[in-house]
C-alpha cells in the first residue's frame, strides 16, 4: 500500500491532556444557537466570565444558597424556578446536552480527519473523556446509546474516533475495547453506516457497503419506493450518503488508517473478502434484519446493475443528488437536519466543491452547533439543540401553576416568550415542492428556526406556550393574530387519512416500504407513522386555539379534531396504555393522551378511555408513591421498571395524566408528588436519574431539562386544583 500512503500533507495529530481547564469553557448563545467556546487567554477569561448556565453544564458548583423548606406544591414550584431561571440563556431560552445516541461523534470525528479540518487539542481531550467515561465498564466497549450494550456499531466506531483523536492502541482501555470488538468478530460484522464511513476513511473497502445509488433521486415521483416519500431523517441521510456512495471516494491513506486496518479486523486486512461481507453483521447490532427482498434487490445493484449503469446515468444521478444537498444547505444555512446528514453534507460539498470552497468553511462551522461539554467531556447532540421545545415547556409548567401573573416570574417569561417569537419560522422553504419539503410558514422547529424543520408537536407546544402566555395580564403580544393563523394553517397539514400526526410530514409512503429498511440498528424508520404523542398534542394545541379565536376555520380544525380523536381511541392498547415513540414510554405517551382527551371535555366520569387510562396508570404505581420506567418498554412493546426505582420524570408525568384526567382520588397523586418533592434539593434543582427519551425504539437519548418542566407542571395543576395543601 505504500503508493497509497500520504504523510506529507495530513493534518498534525491533536495533542491530548488528561483533562482541559473546566474554567475556561463558555457556553454561547445566539438567538438560539449554541457553540462552546475555550478561552485560552486569560484576559478573555476575566472579560467573559462563566455564567450559572456555564457552571451547571459543565458540573461545576454554583454556590446557590439552600431556600426555604419545601411544605406545599407551589413552594416547591417557586424553589424549582428559583433554581431554573439562572439556567436562562441571554435570549430567553434553556440549554442542554442532548446526549444519549453513540453513533453520532464518530461521523464528524471521520469527516473532519478526511477533509484535513484540524482538531484543537482541547476538542480532542474532552471528546476523548467523553468517550471512556461512556465505555462500557464490563467489556470496554460501546453500544448504541449510552444505556446499551455492547455492539460492532458503537465499539467499532468508538474505538476508530478515539485513535482518530490521538489515543495510542496500546491504551490499556484501547486495548480493552478492541478485544471485546475482536469477539464479537471484527468490523466486518459492523452494520452498513459503519461500513460507510469506515470506507470513507479507507479503513475498509468500498466493496462492503451495500449500494446506496443515487439513482433513487431520479425515479418519477409516483414511484410507491421513491425517496421523497421515506422518513425525512433516512431520505436526508440517504441523500449525501449516496453521492459519497456512488463517488467511492476515499480520504486520504496516512499511517494512522494503515494501522486501524490492523486493528478492527480479526482476519489480515489483506484477506478480507469485501463483498462477502456486506451482509455479515453481529447479531445484537442487527434490531431490524434485512428482509428477503433487500438482500435480493443489494445483490442485484451490485452484481448486475454496474453493468448497466452508463456513466452518464451515474453522473446525472449524483449532480441530481448534489443539487438537492445544496437546496438543503441553503435552506438550513448549513445548520442541515440532524447530526448524521450534516456531517455528510460537509463531506458532500468537499468532495464535490474546493476545500476553501464557502460551502466547506460554513459546514466547518456549523459543526459546533452539535457539540457540548458537560462534566464527562465533550459529545455531539441529536439535534443541534433542544431549544424551542424546552422553552416551551417551561412557559406553560409556569402558566399551569398560576405563577405568570406573579411580577417575580415576569421577565424571565417574557423574555422565553420573546425567545419563541423570534424563533417562529415566518416563510416557507425555498423550492419547497423540488425538494420535497413540507409546508412550514409559522411553525416552530424542535431546537431553532435555522435547522427550521417544522414538527407536529413542536409547532403545537410552542403555540400553547405563546397563545395563553400573550394573553396574560402583564405581557405583550408579539405575534400578532395572522402569524398565529399561519402557525394553525400548517398545523392542520399534518393529518393522516388514519386521523393520527406524524412528526415532520403527513405519511408519504407505504409502511411495506418497511422492507427497505438498510440500517438494521433501527426499526420502524422508513416512513413516519402516526404518533399518539403528535396527535395528541396537536389536539391539544387546537383546542385551546379555539377558545381564543372561535371563528377561524372552525369547521376545518372540529373535522381534524374529530378524527384525531378517533384515532388516539384506537392507539389505546387494550390494558389502557398508550406506547410512546419519543419518550420513555407509555407514562410519557399517557400524559399526552390524558391532555388531549382532556382539551375535549373527556374525565375519568365519563369516558371509559380516560378511566382504563388511568387503572392501567396507577396499577405501575410504586410502594414509594412513585413510577418508573426503563427504555426497555420502548424495545419491548411492555410496561418495564428501571431498576434503579422511583423516577421524578416519570412520577410527574403519570401524575400530570391522572391530574388532566380528573381522576377523583387525590390520594395516589399526592403520593407521587410527595416523592417529587422529596428528591428535590434544597437549592430547587432536581438530580439527573435515568434517562427520559428515545427514538427508532431501540436508541435513547437524553432530555436534561424535562427533571425541572415536568414536576413543576405537576405540582403547579395539582396546587391550582386542589389548593396549596401542604404536603410534606
Ligand atoms: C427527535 C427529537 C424531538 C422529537 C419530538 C419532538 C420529541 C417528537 O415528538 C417528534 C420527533 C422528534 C422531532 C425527533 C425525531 C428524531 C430525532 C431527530 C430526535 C429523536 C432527536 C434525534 C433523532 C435523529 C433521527 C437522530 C439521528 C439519527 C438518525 C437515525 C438519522
Redesign the pocket.
Known sequence: FDAEIDTSTAPKRPKLQERTDYSRWRMLDEAGRHTWHYLEDDEDVEEWPQSHADKYFLGLPLNLPDLPPVKTPLDSVKNGLEFFQHLQLPPGNWGCE?GG?M??LPGLVVTWTVTETPIPDHVATEMKNYLFARANPEDGGWGLHIEGESTVFGTAMNYTTLRLLGVSEEDERMIKARGTLHKMGGATRAPHWAKFWLSVLGVCQWDIVNPCPPEFWLLPDWVPFHPWRWWI??R??FLPMGFIWSNRWTGKITPLVLQLRQELFTETYSTIKWNANRNNIYEKDDYHPKTWLLKTAFWALANVYPYFRPDSLKKKAEDWAFKLIQMEDKNTDFSN?????GPMNFLACYIKERPDAYSVQRHRERMEDFLWVKEEGMLMN??NG?QC?DTAFLIQSVMDADLAEDPKWRPMLTKALEFLEDQQIRENVDDQPLCYRQQRKGAWA?SNKDQG?A????ISEALKAVLVLQRTPGYPTLLEDQRIFDAIDTLLTYQNESGGCA??EPTRGSERLEMLNA?EV?GR?MIEYD?P??TT?VVTALSLFTKYYPDYRSADIKAFKDRAIGYIRKAQYPNGSWYG???ICFTYAGMFAMESLASIGETYENSEHVRKGCDFLLSKQREDGGWSESYRSCERAIYTEHPSGSQVVMTAWSCIALLEAHYPDRAPIEKGLKLIMSRQQPNGEWLQEAIE????KS?M?S?PNYKFVFPMKALGIFAKRYGDIALL
Open positions: 442532548y445516541p453513533f453520532l431523517h433516512m436526508q441521510v437536519l440532524g447530526p448524521v446528514n441529536g439535534t433542544v421545545w424542535f424543520y414538527v407536529s408537536d413542536c412528526s415532520y440500517a433501527f424508520i404518533y404523542e403528535c398534542a415513540s419519543w419518550g427519551g428515545v427514538f427508532n436508541c437519548i432530555y
